[in-house]
């Protein structure tokens, strides 16, 4: 099965400062790129724990007795590794978004590429998918998804677009929903609308902001003293979550300051902002617009 080239992969890992002994998390397993460079940088009595909800990625699992692979989302980090005896890790890493495995498996429905049903789910367990939001969202929360995940100025006309069309007939795949909305797609932009429209909608369809917040508010009880997170994103959102989050110890407002004016935050930035190189980008074209933050337990 292929699976994506893992994005910065020799930096992401640098990022874990990894003792060999140490216990690690890689909370988006996928192909098991980043997954088996950790292992080859951890000793016989190192441990790696890795996270995936898409059943396609249990094919992948590596055979390796410091390995474990845990089919659950990552929101759930801190449960799973209890029910494996573990409380304090020396290190978590994530590459957010969705494989190129996912992108390129047309049933999926992630991609603007193919004619295929709307789903979207990153876990086929789930109830909830692209069709249902399409077909059943009231138009305030349809505009509410578009503009607030897409960021899409048009968010509102879209949503009465939608909602119109499928008074007709029930909007199914993505190609219909493409026609449906071909007003807004100038062909210049077109590529760039859709695939804001379709970022959004998954993003809906996965809860990936929710998750994401909740896996950081886990991560400072998680780590050891100076354990490292490593995170990967694709988007603003995303990366302004994760921003914040390491600066602040919270998504919203400023921390609480002491009598001198100091306030204290559970992790602290490791370097600057890491951007993939040219050379990278022109290999493997999913890494343009990723950026890499790493944070150490204070």
């Known amino acids: 099965m292929e699976y ?10 640098d990022g874990l400062n990894i003792k060999s002994d140490g216990i690690y998390v890689d909370v988006t397993f996928g192909g098991g790129g980043h997954s088996k460079e950790i292992l080859n940088r951890l000793g016989k009595h190192g441990k790696l724990f890795a996270f995936d909800q898409d059943q396609d990625a249990q094919k992948n699992a590596i055979d390796d007795e410091r390995f ?28 957010l978004g ?21 789903d979207m789910r990153m876990n086929q367990n789930d109830t909830l998918s692209a069709y249902k939001i399409i077909n059943h969202y009231a138009e ?7 503009f607030n995940y897409g960021e899409l100025r048009n968010a509102r006309a879209m949503a009465k677009m939608i909602a119109n069309a499928r008074l007709d007939k029930k909007i199914k795949t993505s190609f219909e929903l493409k026609e449906v909305l071909q007003s807004f797609l100038p062909k210049a932009k077109e590529h760039k609308i859709l695939a804001q429209i379709f970022q959004a909608i998954r993003i809906e369809v996965n809860q990936e902001l929710e998750v994401l917040k909740e896996f950081l508010e886990q991560i400072p009880e998680l780590l050891n003293d100076d354990g490292r997170l490593s995170v990967i994103s694709y988007h603003s959102l995303e990366d302004r979550l994760v921003k914040r ?11 609480e300051k002491d009598f001198y004016g100091n306030f204290e935050v559970p992790l602290k930035k490791v370097g600057k902002l890491i951007v993939p190189t040219r050379e990278e980008i022109k290999q493997n074209n999913r890494a343009r617009s990723a950026k890499l933050r790493i944070a150490t337990k204070v």
């Not at 994506?4 to 890992?13: A, M, Q, R, T, Y």
């Not at 474990?68 to 990552?74: H, Q």
């Not at 305030?140 to 578009?146: A, R, T, Y």
């Not at 989050?245 to 921390?255: A, K, M, T, Y």
């Open 4 to 13: 994506h080239n893992p994005v910065l992969l020799s930096e992401s890992v």
């Open 245 to 255: 989050f390491i600066r602040n110890g919270q998504f919203e407002g400023e921390p």
């Open 140 to 146: 305030e929360q349809l505009s509410s998804v578009l």
């Open 68 to 95: 474990v692979l845990i089919l659950e989302n990552f929101r759930f980090i801190k449960r799973f590794l209890r029910f494996y005896g573990v409380k304090k890790v020396d290190g978590v890493l994530a590459d």
């Open 98 to 118: 969705v494989s190129s495995h996912q992108f390129d498996e047309a049933e999926r429905g992630f991609s603007t590429r193919f004619d295929t049903d709307l």
